[in-house]
């Protein structure tokens, strides 16, 4: 946070780059992927994760002063406070995702992230979306993911809570991967910033400033409904073959272990019906549930 | 009225993209595995967002609610499987399915 007020507080004239040097992301990138090597969870001491996640951290900053000073250079500049507060947020959140080895941890830092990414949803005047997102994700697929790791979590290890499984501290190929991962995200920042002229619409006639009057809920669900009316309903469709797919894939079958002689169920006396309506005549008998106790002669 | 360049959402949206990406390839953690693929998808819902916003046009949102419809089944039926094969090996390592692997 010193480094960014400090970039924020010098006056940035003489950088008037539009992008940030390749070389620089690659560096970056490079650096960042080391750290998160030394972050994930593995056979190392602490000392060493904390050596990974300080450093992950300092690339961090260095990349949001970059930003920053990205920010300034550009044509609207000024500075929007809360979308870095968001963005450390979630980014820091996915971090810890990745690397707590405790999966309860990781899906609550899930929602941190979550939180945070409606909060950068609602900078982007997308309100509708962040509420669905916090209802969608963190109130309804986190829980499920929370209830299914404790119901895993509980017939494992009924030794001693503290536990954590072997699997979840050692962590897979963590070199090869981290490389993978950090390639992609240099290739994405690379395009990101050096091809940013096309990013943007080439006419700014389409830019429509009705997106940013009275809240857009309204618009988007005209949208919705004018424009993409088959979509609706196909993903309607789609939650419901999910809902049936998982009912499906999850159920067990229940086996009955009866001891003895299966014994038919007889009543013995007459059932009473419990008043004068003849909707409420009780049935006698197992064979045929239709059979009345009281036949109309 | 936002100040910040769309390249800074894109970033943010990429580097979780990332994260995820690198997450579901180390944890070995079947549901943690799967909560990386809900992070990648959150890195997507934040770019179709950004350049919805920046084209000001209502695209961008529409199709992060068919996204956020897409993750909200691929987590239903990821958790019946990961029930289901739960029950079979009673531990949730994804290197217990190894002979998948062929």
Not at chain 1, 110 to 128: D, Q
Not at chain 1, 206 to 228: K, W
Not at chain 1, 250 to 267: C, D, F, W, Y
Request: with cysteine; net charge neutral; glycine share 8%.
């Amino acid at each position: 946070m010193v480094l960014v007020s400090s970039a924020l507080s010098i006056p940035l004239a003489a950088n008037t780059t539009a992008a940030i040097q390749p070389v620089m992301i690659l560096l970056l990138c490079a650096a960042a992927g080391i750290g998160t090597v030394f972050l994930l969870p593995g056979k190392r001491e602490a000392s060493l994760r904390n050596i990974g996640g300080l450093i992950v951290a300092a690339i961090g900053l260095i990349f949001a002063a970059l930003l920053v000073k990205f920010a300034a250079g550009t044509a609207a500049g000024g500075m929007n406070v809360y979308f870095w507060v968001f963005a450390a947020i979630a980014l820091f959140g996915a971090v810890r995702v990745v690397t707590h080895p405790r999966p309860v941890y990781a899906a609550l830092y899930f929602v941190l992230t979550v939180f945070a990414s409606a909060g950068l949803f609602i900078l982007l005047w997308a309100e509708f979306m962040a509420a669905a997102l916090v209802l969608i994700y963190a109130g309804a697929i986190l829980v499920t993911y929370v209830f299914v790791i404790m119901l895993a979590a509980q017939s494992t290890s009924t030794r001693a809570a503290d536990v954590v499984a072997e699997y979840d501290t050692i962590s897979r190929e963590p070199l090869a991967a981290t490389a993978v991962g950090f390639a992609l995200m240099g290739v994405l920042l690379f395009v990101i910033f050096d091809k940013a002229a096309d990013l943007y619409p080439t006419t700014t006639s389409i830019a429509d400033t009705s997106l940013q009057v009275d809240g857009n809920t309204q618009e988007l669900g005209r949208y919705l409904f004018q424009h993409q009316l088959i979509n609706v309903q196909l993903s309607g469709l789609m939650l419901t073959l999910g809902m049936v797919g998982a009912i499906l894939i999850a159920r067990r079958k229940v086996v009955v272990h009866q001891s003895g002689p299966i014994v038919p169920e007889v009543l013995n006396t007459p059932a009473t019906p419990t008043d004068d309506s003849p909707y409420s005549i009780p049935v006698s008998g197992t064979d045929n549930p239709r059979a009345k106790a009281f036949p109309e002669t | 009225m936002t100040q910040l360049a769309l390249q800074h959402y894109l970033a943010v949206g990429a580097i979780m993209f990332c994260i995820g990406l690198i997450g579901f390839m180390t944890r070995r953690n079947l549901i943690v595995m799967f909560l990386c693929t809900e992070l990648m998808f959150q890195g997507v819902a934040i770019n179709l967002i950004a350049f919805g916003k920046f084209h000001g046009n209502l695209s961008g949102q529409a199709f992060t609610i068919f996204v956020l419809v897409i993750a909200a089944v691929e987590a239903s039926m990821a958790l019946g499987l990961v029930v289901l094969l739960f029950r079979q090996k009673n531990t949730l390592n994804a290197d217990a399915w190894k002979e998948l692997k062929g």
